[in-house]
């Protein structure tokens, strides 16, 4: 019974070890999780910006181009030569210079959207930067914690076979199987009360398990039950 409680013990510290060598991965990929969804908002907001850019160096190749016409424009009303010459170059003329300045209108647009973008990306941009940095060392942190984790787990687990050789096989496997839906799968009983069901026990059986002489199992939870007089010190 002894070893047996001891086997449960070690099971049960390894368990928890097992849950925080888990956990911690768990946690950094949310974490990465989050690191990259704010990434990709930061990345979407910047091509904006970069889109937003190629339009407005377009407009002013646009811009560009409609001044030579203008010039032509300017130099055909010049020669014109009759009054109905003269309209059509200055309709032109007018069309252009319209041309040109719904181009500067269109430059402004862009540059406040630009401006925009830029300054609703410099909380984000320097969030996402923290956030790299403080992920960063958290993973360097965690791998120096998964190493003590599992040094600590191998401590534990140390003397298990031992634990295990003194176990009749029938109880293993008894204690193999509860403990795949029970936690704990060995517990004590205080005051005749089962501490893992709070089921109190027959006296008769009772005094019994403070005799130790046998395995015994809770008669409600199935439990494998001890009292601590049998453990010794
Ligand atoms: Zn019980």
Known sequence: MRALVKLAEIDSQARGIDDRLKGIPAELDERRAAVRALEALVERQR???TEAERLLAQQDNDIASRNDALSKAKGKSAKARTMRE????EREL???RKSIKDGETE????REKIAQITAALADPTKTLDEQKAELAASEAAAETKLGELR???ERVVAGRDDYAKKIDKQYIRLYDRLRTKLTPAVCEVVGETCVGCRMQMPPQR???LQRGTEIMQCQMCQRIVFHKDVLGD
């Open 86 to 89: 003269a309209e059509a170059a």
């Open 107 to 110: 430059k402004e647009r862009l």
């Open 47 to 49: 091509s904006t910006i």
């Open 94 to 96: 007018d069309s252009i």
């Open 206 to 208: 009772f005094i019994q």
């Open 151 to 153: 040094a600590e787990r």
